[in-house]
Structure formats: C-alpha cells, structure tokens
C-alpha cells in the first residue's frame, strides 16, 4: 500500500484548505495525459483505493494503486522554493 510522507500530508493539507474542501475530501490520483494527474475530491470514486495517513485521505485509482502499491507519496521543493508531491522507491 502507498506510504504518504509526513511532508506530502502537510502539503495535502494545505492543498485541501485552500480549496475549502468539504470534510471527508482528499487527494485523487488517477492516469492523466503526461503520467499521473492528481486533483481533489470530495469522496472516492467506487473502486478507488483509500489511503488514510497523518490525518489525510488519498484516492487512488485501481490501476494507480497497483503502480504504487510499494512506492512513497513525498513532497520536495523545487529549483524556484515551490512545494510537489513525488513518488518515491
């Protein structure tokens, strides 16, 4: 099952505040054009994965959950100072 990273909760967390998120809302993955596409949601959908963690909720699609399945969902800033969520070993 996917691992969340202290730091990728703390980012989901800012991620869902600044969204107004309804209570019970979380972070959900899911195949996108380039790769994986994460957006928020209110509830998962029916066959997502659920993965509740340092107070936060990721949905992941069933083929992502398959993907990563034995990965970690951290967060790491970028060149310019800017938080992103990454998928590690």
Do not use: C, H, W, Y
């Not at 959900?28 to 380039?34: L, Q, V």
């Not at 083929?63 to 800017?82: F, M, Y």
Request: glycine content about 12%; aromatic content about 2%; overall charge negative.
């Amino acid at each position: 099952m996917l691992t969340i990273s202290e730091s990728a909760a703390e980012v989901i967390k800012l991620v869902l505040a600044g969204g107004d998120s309804p209570e019970g809302s979380g972070l959900r993955i899911a195949p996108g054009d380039e790769g994986l596409q994460a957006s928020i949601a209110g509830q998962p959908q029916q066959d997502d994965e659920v993965v509740e963690e340092s107070g936060v909720r990721v949905f992941l699609e069933p083929q992502v959950a398959s993907l990563l399945g034995d990965k970690v969902l951290d967060a790491e800033r970028d060149d310019n100072g800017e938080l992103s969520l990454a998928v590690r070993d």
